[in-house]
Structures are given as structure tokens and as C-alpha cells.
């Protein structure tokens, strides 16, 4: 049995509060640009909050499952915001959502 001074311990930051206020930060940031882009192509309520968990790579499946409701109601709702936003596939949600800036009040 190896000593305890023989385990290889893990380094952690220093600042690991800090870290956790960038990670804060960076959600913020996120959820920003959602209601950014919700706002500015007119997405219902119902379709920013399927539009947030699609901007995080949750699918059909998943929306199904976690909002109770259909499948065939969780591709209707991604088809329309798909239509809306003029997107195509999961990696232009993300490639929009990382191309806003945000403008500043």
C-alpha cells in the first residue's frame, strides 16, 4: 500500500473563486446572447427556451423527454426556430451565438 506521501496529489488553482466567477461570467455572457438573438429574430418564449437548450447540443430526444411533450412537437418547435434563424444545423447555432457581440447601453 503506497504511502500517503507517494499519492500524486492534484493541482488546483489557487484562485479557484475566481474561476468560478469567469465560469458565472461566461454563462452570463451566453444566456446574454440568447435572449439577444430571441429578441432580434422574434422567437416565441416557448422557442428561445428550446433555442437555449439547443444552443447547450440537446436534441429532439432530450426536449421530448424534459419538457413532456412529443417528439414530433420537439422537431416542429426546432424546425420553426431553424426557419427563423435561417440556420441549418447545430454547428451554425453555435458559430451565431458566438458571433454576436453584444451591444453595450
Given at each position: ?23 458565472d ?48 412537437t ?18 451554425e ?13
Open positions: 500500500m503506497p504511502s500517503e506521501s507517494n499519492l500524486t496529489s492534484i493541482d488546483t488553482p489557487n484562485n479557484s473563486t475566481e474561476s468560478f466567477a469567469h465560469d461570467l461566461a454563462e452570463s455572457a451566453w444566456e446574454a446572447k440568447i435572449d439577444y438573438i430571441a429578441e432580434k429574430y422574434e422567437l416565441t418564449r416557448r422557442q428561445k427556451e428550446i433555442f437555449g437548450y439547443l444552443a447547450k447540443g440537446r436534441d429532439a430526444k432530450f426536449l421530448e423527454n424534459h419538457l413532456c411533450i412529443s417528439y414530433s420537439a422537431k416542429s418547435h426546432i424546425y420553426s426556430i431553424y426557419i427563423k434563424l435561417d440556420i441549418h444545423s447545430r454547428q447555432i453555435i458559430d451565431l451565438i458566438e458571433s454576436i457581440e453584444i451591444p453595450e447601453e
